[in-house]
């Protein structure tokens, strides 16, 4: 799942991404540690799928 959304953010589709990344986080997160590399790949992956926002 991760490497879908991984995928997907490397094509530009990051609404995709960022439901791939959320799915995962979801389904990972019950049943790992918070450090697990799965879990912190997709963490870190949904964050650089997220829009960034700027304070003006």
């Known amino acids: ?22 799915q995962a986080i979801a389904i ?9 590399p799965t879990l912190a790949a997709a963490r870190h992956g949904l964050a650089l799928a997220s829009p960034k926002t700027t304070d003006s």
Do not use: E, F
């Open 28 to 36: 990972l997160t019950p049943h790992v540690t918070p450090s697990h």
């Open 1 to 22: 799942m991760v490497n879908l959304a991984t995928a997907y953010r490397q094509l530009g589709d990051l609404g995709q991404a960022t439901a791939h990344y959320t």
